[in-house]
């Protein structure tokens, strides 16, 4: 919160979209309801969906605004449905194996488009937007989306300089759990292809390579827990994390 309040004070315009698996996790568990996960998606029946949205807009959001808010800044909360920010359809998901089976995840949604004009008229003023990955598809239907899949097509559409995805871990590891600093397109189709990138990682990494080869200059996967990681490394030269180029 510190580091997106420092960036917003210096001119850069920090646009926060965050997850909230745990805490989805932590609710659904006191209701009685166990997480499933298909090739790192959650399978979200409507019941489920009710729960994302408490979550996400109820409670991660707050939680982040205020922290941002307490540390000088002023964040505004907003989901996909403020401004008709992201138009949504139901994921269609395809198996990794077999490409004849398609899994039915329920109300995970596929970003149609994106509006960004709500995201623009914060942050052309001194506000700092924080975002919940839920969509809404034609008939108004809600959608939970991958918060780095919404990350990086924001990224995209608003032309960023960089995109920031923020994980607990190092970074990108390879078999041995040696952090790979680089990556080109070429790379992490091998490593997609022989398990190293697996789980969680699949839908960060795919989304990264896709706002790279649309043009986000800089796509970056780092370790949230080092304090203060996100100016490190915007503001230094050595790595902290991965950085993924097109080619």
């Not at 920090?14 to 959650?42: A, C, N, S, T």
């Not at 697996?198 to 986000?216: C, E, F, N, T």
């Amino acid at each position: 919160a510190e580091d997106v309040v420092l960036l917003k004070l210096v001119g850069i315009n920090p646009v926060v979209v965050h997850g909230g698996g745990p805490q989805i996790e932590g609710l659904l568990k006191r209701l009685g309801k166990k997480g499933e996960f298909i090739q790192g998606m959650r399978v979200t029946d409507a019941e489920t969906m009710e729960v994302v949205e408490w979550v996400l807009a109820g409670e991660v959001q707050q939680d982040i605004v205020g922290l941002i808010n307490q540390a000088g800044g002023k964040a505004v909360g907003l989901t996909g449905r403020d401004g008709g920010m992201i138009r949504a359809q139901k994921l269609k998901m395809v198996d990794n194996k077999d490409p004849s089976i398609e899994h039915d995840v329920g109300q995970v949604g596929d970003i149609v488009s994106i509006d960004p004009s709500v995201v623009k008229a914060l942050q052309d003023d001194a506000f700092i937007p924080v975002i919940s990955p839920i969509g809404f598809g034609e008939n108004n239907e809600s959608y939970n989306i991958n918060a780095d899949v919404v990350a990086s097509k924001l990224a995209t559409v608003l032309q960023a300089e960089k995109l920031m995805l923020l994980t607990n871990t190092p970074g990108v590891l390879d078999k041995a759990g040696k952090l790979l600093t680089d990556l080109t397109a070429r790379e992490i189709d091998a490593l997609f292809a022989d398990g190293t990138i697996s789980g969680g990682m699949l839908p960060k990494i795919a989304g990264a390579l896709d706002a790279a080869r649309a043009g986000v200059n800089a796509v970056h996967i780092i370790d949230g827990r080092v304090p203060h990681a996100m100016l490190l490394e915007i503001l230094t030269d050595q790595a902290y994390g991965t950085m993924i180029r097109s080619h």
